[in-house]
């Protein structure tokens, strides 16, 4: 059960739209959540967190901390999501985590994916526009905070830390940032 719906501002630039506060299955109140947008009664939202454009939190998902998942992001399964932004056409599945992160575009985070203080924004690859192609520990231990184009994290992927758990082969362009 969510609250009435009301007036909600979850941009400036967008004015206020009809939205409800979260349930979640614990029984405390959850998030803002758009009219708009589709939040499973499994899934948790943390007070301060919104879903809202035409978003989706499906399965047991669970999103904390200052968190926005807008555009047509989809947060699934048993990911969770912690003080990070989704939006695009993002995808956050499986038992994956991410924190202080930004994944926007295309991005996909699946399985056992752990992300930390990433910015992803990911669209179509154009040859032209590959800079250079790094594995997780040179993009770790180089600082690179960046990475721009089809990003599809999967598996036991550490970025962030020097961890080398798995090398960054799959299709990314890394822009230096």
Do not use: Q, Y
Not at 28 to 38: I, K, N, Q
Not at 61 to 84: C, H, L, P, Q, Y
Not at 128 to 145: C, D, M, N, P, Q
Not at 167 to 177: L, M, P, S
């Amino acid at each position: 059960m969510s609250s009435p719906a009301e007036l909600h501002g979850f941009r400036d630039v967008c004015g206020e739209v009809l939205a409800h506060r979260h349930t979640n299955p614990d029984g405390s109140l959850g998030g803002w959540v758009a009219e708009s947008a589709t939040v499973a009664r499994g899934a948790f939202l943390a007070a301060e967190a919104v879903v809202f454009d035409r978003a989706s939190l499906l399965g047991s998902a669970r999103v904390d901390g200052v968190s926005r998942i807008f555009d047509t992001a989809i947060v699934e399964d048993k990911a969770n999501v912690i003080a990070s932004s989704i939006g695009g056409e993002a995808r956050v599945a499986g038992r994956a985590i991410v924190t202080r992160s930004t994944l926007l575009g295309s991005a996909l985070a699946e399985g056992d994916a752990a992300l930390d203080g990433v910015e992803f924004d990911a669209g179509s690859i154009d040859s032209g526009e590959v800079t250079k192609v790094h594995t997780l520990r040179e993009a770790a231990e180089s600082g690179i905070r960046k990475i721009c184009k089809d990003l599809f994290a999967t598996g036991h992927l550490h970025l962030g830390t020097t961890e080398d758990a798995v090398d960054f082969a799959v299709g990314a362009v890394v822009n230096e940032a």
